[in-house]
């Protein structure tokens, strides 16, 4: 073992210059040459002059270490003279990608709603164009694989000041700008957040808030209805006492398309319906260039969710109830399994003002990595974009075509009660059925007829679902609605506001049966003007 250690250390002294005398000597070998001296000048020396050294062995040189055989397989440097090669561009469509949320505001005048939809201008379609333009997507892609998601649908006509999609894009500083560059001026990206991979703008949406701005006159009598008319402190309460009926949980299969009370669909939450602050403002009429001055209210609904046409239809018949077309427990009765004809408001005024992530802000708000979906931050530049781009371009429509008025005159055509109505055709026509089986009641219900006949019921024809003086009330009031409508939109396109008093209206009212003043007229032209606003949400 020793001889083993020994051997060893001889090696370690060849190759390192290691001197193992000293170690030997403490391992205790007997036979361990002593560490010699140098030789003194009177002593003779081996090998050497006295006074010399003995003899060391020459240095051995240490072996360097071999280089690494050349790499074949990497691309060697082109020869000189010669331009060298560009990398390829890197590819940012997936490593760079991460899921984001984008806050849009638009205004939806001129497009046919949010989605996507081929071969018709949308909000969509514009936006993944100023996409692709600024990077943030590659080309030819597939909006599953981005992911893309809207946190709500609008149709045709309808703006949006705060509208949230989420997808996978690139995300880099000064990409809003970038897409913004790529959009109309009424189209805007106002900001971008990181969100969770798994985040989806539709699910993880609590609530959405609508705003509807519509002219105070859709409020007013039939006989002033007309731009100068101001909405007093006693409607707005009554319009929000109508409004708080729809707050709550109910069957709302009246108030859309396609569904039945049986479907669990039909139920909805509303968390506030409220009546904003009437306010007056001057829009541009487009017939004779001149600014007229009209008052506008806002009405705002906060729900969990909203199906087609919900919202027009809700403010349509409150304002059917205020103009006296059906009474005021025709609300209550509308969320019953009875079916009930409600008409709805054009879609000019309407918009999404607010979108809600409670749960997502409560979970990952304040978790230090994400961001809490909250834009009060940028708040001002929203408000100056709803007032500038949206509540302008509702104004100055609504002045130049009043598409309102004209929808007002095709109230009268609605029956808001036409499932009773029906109801009582069919037990009459039941019970004729049973009395030609039965010859002898048959002939007594003649001789009844023939008798009542020959009275007096005060005639007249009646409107579908009253009779009697109902009947030709509702027959007067018909008439006088369908003149002065006619009178406003005809002095509005010549003198650019409503005018007053109707003709034939001044103690003698025109009924329904004049020829000149069929509400199947009003009714057409009121279509052709407002328009079948999109198949989508409210």
Not at 129 to 149: H, M, N, T, V, Y
Request: net charge negative; glycine share 10%; charged share 25%.
């Amino acid at each position: 073992m020793r001889r083993l250690v020994l051997n060893n250390l001889s090696w370690l002294a060849r190759f390192r210059g290691f001197r193992p005398t000293a170690v030997m000597a403490e391992l205790g070998e007997q036979d361990a040459p002593a560490a010699k001296r140098p030789c003194m000048e009177d002593e003779p020396c081996e090998g050497g002059e006295p006074g010399s050294s003995p003899e060391t062995p020459p240095p051995v040189d240490k072996p360097r270490p071999q280089s690494p055989p050349e790499d074949t397989s990497r691309p060697q440097p082109p020869p000189e003279g010669k331009p060298r090669p560009q990398p390829p561009p890197e590819d940012t469509s997936r490593s760079a990608r991460r899921k984001c949320v984008l806050l849009l505001s638009y205004s939806g005048k001129g497009y046919m709603g949010m989605q996507w939809n081929p071969g018709v201008p949308t909000i969509e379609e514009d936006l993944l164009a100023a996409l692709i333009k600024a990077g943030a997507a590659p080309e030819g892609f597939d909006l599953s694989k981005l992911q893309f998601q809207r946190c709500a649908r609008t149709d045709k006509g309808v703006s949006a000041a705060r509208q949230v999609v989420s997808l996978k894009m690139v995300c880099e500083p000064g990409i809003e700008e970038r897409i913004n560059a790529h959009l109309p001026p009424q189209i805007r990206v106002m900001g971008m957040k990181r969100v969770t991979k798994s985040f989806n703008s539709k699910n993880k949406c609590t609530a959405r808030s609508y705003e509807y701005l519509l002219p105070t006159y859709a409020f007013a009598p039939y006989r002033l209805t007309t731009l100068k008319y101001r909405i007093d402190e006693d409607t707005v309460t009554q319009v929000q006492g109508l409004l708080q009926q729809y707050v709550g949980t109910h069957n709302f299969h009246n108030f859309t398309s396609g569904k039945k009370f049986e479907e669990p669909q039909s139920k909805r939450y509303m968390m506030s319906f409220e009546c904003g602050e009437p306010f007056q403002s001057h829009g541009q009429c487009g017939t004779c260039a001149e600014k007229k001055e009209a008052e506008f209210i806002p009405l705002r609904v906060k729900g969990q969710s909203f199906m087609q046409h919900q919202i027009r239809k809700m403010i349509g018949l409150v304002i059917a109830v205020v103009r006296g077309y059906t009474p005021g427990d025709t609300i209550i009765r509308a969320f019953d399994k009875n079916k009930i004809d409600i008409p709805r408001v054009p879609g000019l005024g309407l918009l999404l003002d607010n979108v809600h992530f409670d749960g997502y802000n409560r979970k990952f708000g304040g978790d230090g990595l994400h961001e809490s979906l909250d834009w009060s931050d940028i708040e001002d530049k929203l408000q100056a974009f709803k007032m500038e781009h949206i509540y302008r371009s509702i104004i100055d429509t609504e002045i130049n075509e009043l598409s309102m008025m004209q929808w007002l005159g095709s109230l009268q055509i609605h029956d808001f009660s036409s499932t009773r109505n029906r109801l009582q055709q069919q037990e009459k026509e039941q019970a004729a059925v049973n009395t030609d089986s039965n010859p002898i009641e048959k002939s007594e219900q003649q001789e009844s007829a023939s008798s009542s006949n020959s009275g007096d019921h005060g005639g007249g024809s009646t409107k579908a679902g009253g009779g009697g003086e109902r009947g030709r009330e509702d027959e007067m009031v018909v008439g006088g609605l369908d003149t002065t409508v006619d009178t406003c939109i005809q002095s509005v396109s010549s003198t650019g506001e409503g005018g007053g008093e109707t003709p034939g209206g001044n103690g003698s009212r025109t009924t329904a049966g004049d020829t000149s003043l069929r509400p199947e007229t009003t009714a057409v032209s009121s279509d052709s003007q407002a328009g079948d606003y999109g198949n989508n949400t409210s």
